[in-house]
Structure formats: structure tokens, C-alpha cells
């Protein structure tokens, strides 16, 4: 079997009473162009037919059961038919698929094999409370950190089981950049005096960070965390990855070796003298500093409508020129491995480094071309295990960040 498309039936971050439909392309990105104007067309020709009535979609049947009265028994007896099968392979619906598994793995710099380098990374120790919002990123979290070589007593959980009625979330919306929904992880954070705290929406899109805003004091209270906005964790990612390239690249130029074998610290050298051939991209609403940060050491910025599926198509649109420039086609150029794609893009394109929006969607992954909370918790959880290392706070690199780029924000 070929998968052609899919569609993600979701609240997202809003009441579970805004349930919607997100369908997606065959490269993992939302629709858009043309596939959109095809799909429109064939719900209005669906619409013209006279079987398109209430009446026809309240007899809709499947196997003798009426799918709109009973959908769960509808839904169940389907798996059981091998109508519907699980990703992943077993009756776990929130299995955590190896291939997925193993693309969020190469989303690092200070790797060695699958686990953070000690040498660069400091993680020894560092408490995190961690809330999917009653959303389903527990399982994929878990299984990345433990290979990352978290130990799981490092890791407390909040709001953690799955539930589409958001128990005891404020005003019913599991959105982590309001106040309400951060509160029950806060006051977790404050009880385990964390150093970090973590949040991603109920369809583990769009990931969110808090930190002590003092990290030698005790936390007392929830107002001793700072939660970054949208646009902060956007210049704290980007300005990370160009910061590590560089040093790395300067460590390779002199020619020091470093244990660090992920695809970006392998490639920081060829990366560094082609940043011109790198390119970021974020939509017109978000805000400045992550493009200034970008623009500012010779990474081409790209700016998009609004929504991340316009920074997915700009993914998507580079995947392809590479994929004809090479003959390679879609479905082989989805298993290279991040290094080879590294090596392909600044050949034939440009290589996709990071985007984002201020919504606090991001991705630095040519895996799935749409925004991922998984791989933005696991660039926040390395970035504190970097600070740490150099004994810097995240608060003090965020100011730095503003000063080093001549930007102020109150």
C-alpha cells in the first residue's frame, strides 16, 4: 500500500467543541494549491449529487451499524476487519512508530549515537515537569527522552492521559500560550522546585517552554517562572542552532574532532561556509527577531502567509527541486538519512534549517513538513542541558540575544 493522504481529526488547542478536519499531502504537509482546489471540487460535486443529503449521511452504515449513532462500535469493528489499521502495527493507538521515532533522533546537534553528549551537555540531574494537556505526546516524549538518556525520575507528568473533554484545563482550551492552561504544570514545577517545564497542545504540534527566572533560588510560587512567548522560543532555537554550528565549524576548521556524530555537528563546517545556501522561513506575523537573527549571519529568510502550511510548502517546494535535480524519487528521498539530505539540499537547493510561527509552532525537520512539538520539546530540553554546561541561564541568553541583535522587547 501506498499512502496518498491523511487527515488529523482534532481540537488542536481550542474547546474539544471546535473538532476539525486537517487533511494532509503525501509529503507530510497540510494541504494547499492544488490539491486543495481538487479536494474543494469534489465536495461540491459531492454537494450537486442528490445523495449528498442529511438523509444520506444519516443512513451511512458500515458492516450493519449506523456510523453516525454508533461511530465507536463502527470504528472498532473496522480495526477488527482490517479496514483500519493502527501506525505502528499493534492495537496501541498512541504507539510510538520507529521510523518517527528515529527522525525526531536526528533532530540535534550534541549527540553521541542516540544519547546527549556529556561532554557538551549538561542534563545530569535536571528536573522537568512535563504536561501534554491531556493530549497525546506522553508516549513519543518518553521514548525519545529515554533514549536521549533521560532517566525517566528527571521527568514528573501532568494533565498526562488523554482526554478529548480537557479535565480542569481554564475555560476548556488546552492553548499552552495562555496563562490557564500553563497553571497545573506551574504549580506542579513549584512542588518539585523544576528547572524546566514543558508543555505541548493536545495534538502534539506546537510545543511551549518555562523556565526559573532565577535558577539558584528556589521556586516558590508560579510567578518564579518565565514562560516564553511564541517569538521568544523562535529566536531561542534559531539563535541555538546558528551559535552551535559555528562553534562546531570553528572546532573543525582548526581541525579538533569532537564526539558529536549527529548529522548537523558532522556537517557544521560545510553548513557554516554555505549559509547562504540555508534557508529559515516564518510567517508575516510572527515577529522580527528570529528573522533578524537569520538575515544577520547570511541564512536566507523566507516569509509566508499566515499558517504553518504555507512554511510547509515552502519545505515541500525545495524537497522537490532536490528529488529532480538528483532523480531521486519522493518516496527513497524520505528514508535518507538527515546528512544526506544535508549534503543533497546544498547542492541542488537550499537546506531547510528551522521555521516557525509566533503561535509557538516550529520544525527543523525534513520528516514531516508541518510544525512538531516532539522535536521542539526535545531543541529546549538540549539547549538547557547546553546552558547548564556553560553555567548560563536561559533568561540571561534571551537578554543576550536582544542586545547581540540590537532588539527590544518590554
Given at each position: ?28 504537509s ?20 442528490e ?99 533521560i ?14 473533554d ?52 528556589k521556586?516558590?510560587k ?46 557544521a ?65 524520505r ?17 531547510f ?58
Amino acid at each position: 500500500y501506498r499512502i496518498v493522504s491523511g487527515a488529523e481529526m482534532t481540537a488542536s488547542h481550542n474547546p474539544s467543541t471546535d473538532n476539525g478536519n486537517k487533511p494532509y499531502k503525501t509529503d507530510g504537509s497540510q494541504v494547499t494549491g492544488e490539491t486543495a482546489e481538487l479536494i474543494m471540487k469534489e465536495f461540491a460535486d459531492l454537494r450537486n449529487r442528490e445523495q449528498a443529503g442529511v438523509e444520506f449521511l444519516d443512513g451511512l452504515q458500515y458492516g450493519g451499524i449506523n456510523i453516525l449513532d454508533h461511530l465507536e462500535a463502527a470504528f472498532e469493528q473496522a480495526v477488527k476487519n482490517g479496514d483500519i489499521s493502527w501506525v505502528g502495527g499493534d492495537s496501541d493507538p498512541y504507539h510510538a512508530d520507529e521510523n518517527f521515532t528515529k527522525a525526531e533522533l536526528e533532530e540535534t546537534i550534541f549527540a553521541t549515537g542516540e544519547h546527549f553528549n556529556p561532554e557538551q551537555t549538561n542534563l545530569l540531574g535536571m528536573k522537568m515537569v512535563i504536561s501534554p494537556l491531556y493530549g497525546v505526546s506522553r508516549p513519543y516524549i518518553e521514548e525519545v527522552l529515554k533514549r536521549r538518556g533521560i532517566p525517566s525520575k528527571n521527568v514528573t507528568w501532568v494533565e498526562d492521559e488523554p482526554n478529548p473533554d480537557f479535565p480542569g484545563v481554564a475555560d476548556g482550551k488546552p492553548n499552552p500560550e495562555t496563562p490557564g492552561a500553563r497553571l497545573v504544570a506551574l504549580k506542579k514545577a513549584v512542588e518539585e522546585n523544576s528547572e524546566l517545564v514543558l508543555w505541548t497542545d493536545p495534538d502534539a504540534d506546537r510545543p511551549a517552554i518555562a523556565v526559573k527566572k532565577d535558577p539558584s533560588k528556589k521556586a516558590e510560587k508560579p510567578e518564579d517562572y518565565i514562560s516564553l512567548t511564541g517569538n521568544q522560543q523562535l529566536a531561542v532555537i534559531a539563535d541555538y542552532l546558528v551559535r552551535e554550528l559555528e562553534h562546531l565549524a570553528a572546532q573543525q576548521k582548526a581541525g579538533r574532532s569532537t564526539n558529536d556524530d549527529s548529522a548537523l555537528a558532522k556537517q557544521a563546517l560545510k553548513l557554516v561556509n554555505h549559509f547562504n545556501k540555508v534557508m529559515m522561513a516564518s510567517t508575516v506575523v510572527s515577529g522580527d527577531l528570529m528573522k533578524v537573527i537569520g538575515r544577520a549571519n547570511g541564512i536566507k529568510v523566507v516569509e509566508t502567509l499566515t499558517g504553518f502550511k504555507y512554511i510547509g510548502d515552502e519545505v515541500e517546494k525545495r524537497a522537490k527541486i532536490i528529488q529532480k535535480s538528483s532523480g531521486i524519487s519522493e518516496r527513497k528521498w524520505r528514508n535518507f538519512s538527515k546528512e544526506a539530505k544535508i549534503k543533497l539540499a546544498l547542492k541542488h537547493s537550499e537546506y531547510f534549517l528551522f521555521g516557525g510561527e509566533e503561535s509557538l509552532g516550529a520544525l527543523s525537520s525534513d520528516a514531516p513538513h508541518d510544525k512538531d512539538a516532539i522535536s521542539g520539546v526535545m531543541w529546549f530540553v538540549e539547549i538547557m542541558g547546553r546552558l547548564k554546561y556553560e553555567k548560563v541561564s536561559l533568561v540571561y541568553r534571551l537578554n543576550d540575544i536582544y542586545k547581540k541583535y540590537g532588539y527590544f522587547d518590554t
